[in-house]
């Protein structure tokens, strides 16, 4: 699986909306990209993937840049509960890969 | 989104005691299941992969016979800690993808994870 690479950490005012930055420099044509994060002591949460369109849903958006070598995770309206750290994860389309996580981006959200 | 759950969500045991952590994924069948580890201020480390019916594939330096593994259903997997010290203290998360097919075959859903503590 492709190497990503994010930023250790971030800091984000409540009610702006985050935007997380992801490279994904050596991803290939069929690897997707995923976005978890991880509440402090809980299990991580899924959040969004996509391939190479943008994607949406109720919890955030991501955009993928043409080139796919990198994407943005963005949480429209940033609260306190969204403070945790995120995930940038790259992976096959397969069904026995197990995700395999880096050190992610820490973000804060600050009243 | 789908639901895995895992039981107990914390326990804590006597050295060179055995503990077993349940895995369910409660709304879906999965044929894999995976556990993680994840020690203080560290990313998640995967520990092995869980196929229903067969035998478990441990990642590099996970100990097979210390970890034991058993899926023996399509909701169910379990992992047991034998002869617990207290370096095997960690958050122990599993994770299943549904096997079902669609757009949820792509995700990976985590359980709430099990903490351990040895003493």
């Known amino acids: 699986d492709a190497k990503t690479t994010q930023p250790p950490s971030m800091d984000c005012a409540e009610g702006r909306a985050a935007n997380l930055p992801c490279n994904h420099s050596?991803?290939?044509?069929?690897?997707?990209v995923y976005w978890y994060r991880q509440i402090h002591s809980q299990g991580p949460q899924y959040i969004i993937h996509?391939?190479?369109n943008n994607e949406t849903n109720e919890m955030a958006s991501l955009i993928i840049t043409e080139d796919r070598k990198s994407s943005t995770l963005i949480l429209p309206h940033a609260t306190l509960r969204d403070t945790a750290v995120y995930y940038c994860?790259?992976?096959?389309?397969?069904?026995?890969?197990?995700?395999?996580f880096g050190k992610g981006t820490r973000l804060s959200v600050i009243a | 989104g789908a639901v895995v759950s895992q039981h107990p969500s914390w326990v804590i045991c006597k050295s060179g005691t055995s503990v077993k952590i349940e895995c369910r994924s409660l709304?879906?069948?999965?044929?894999?299941m995976f556990w993680y580890r994840q020690f203080p201020k560290q990313s998640l480390m995967l520990m092995a992969t869980?196929?229903?019916?067969?035998?478990?594939?441990?990642e590099q330096g996970v100990e097979k016979d210390k970890f034991l593994i058993n899926h023996a259903s399509l909701t169910l997997s379990t992992l047991t800690v034998t002869s617990a010290h207290p370096e095997d203290s960690s958050f122990y998360i599993c994770?299943?993808?549904?096997?079902?097919?669609?757009?949820?075959?792509?995700?990976?859903?985590f359980g709430p994870g099990t903490r351990l503590l040895v003493l």
């Open positions: 709304d879906f069948q999965a044929t894999t």
């Open positions: 994860i790259v992976r096959f389309r397969s069904g026995n890969t197990p995700l395999v």
């Open positions: 050596t991803i290939s044509g069929n690897e997707y």
């Open positions: 994770s299943a993808r549904d096997s079902m097919g669609g757009r949820g075959q792509e995700t990976q859903y």
């Open positions: 996509g391939l190479k």
């Open positions: 869980s196929n229903e019916g067969s035998k478990a594939t441990y």
